[in-house]
């Protein structure tokens, strides 16, 4: 899997996810992440996952990238083909955190960026 920092500007973290996740990977992007939020004090992340293939086996029990960045992050979208929306929104925690996370199909980043730039 390839995550890429792609922009990193008013306030929101552009993050392009291709390929197989694994728990090592995304721990990696998720260092990132969170000092960019700590370093603004706080923004949303734009995930592009237009390219996504799914998650690997592995260790998926390590939340300390929540418990650390979750009072930071004030929006979530998540840009991909449809049929991962359901199995996105669960891995993503949507429901469960204190920040909104929404998901939209490929081809709407301007429909993501306007909403996580909405109050």
Request: aromatic share 10%; with cysteine; hydrophobic share 45%.
């Amino acid at each position: 899997m390839s995550t890429t920092l792609l922009d990193a500007s008013d306030g929101i973290l552009t993050i392009e996810v291709k390929g197989k996740i694994s728990p090592a990977s995304l721990a990696s992007a998720q260092g990132q992440i969170l000092e960019t939020l700590q370093l603004w004090g706080g923004g949303s992340i734009l995930l592009l996952c237009d390219e996504f293939e799914g998650w690997t086996s592995g260790d998926w029990s390590d939340t300390s990238f929540q418990i650390q960045a979750d009072n930071l992050l004030l929006k979530m979208a998540i840009i991909g083909e449809l049929q991962w929306k359901d199995m996105a929104m669960a891995f993503t925690g949507q429901g469960y955190r204190p920040f909104p996370i929404a998901f939209f199909e490929s081809g709407l980043a301007e429909s993501a960026k306007a909403w996580l730039k909405a109050e």
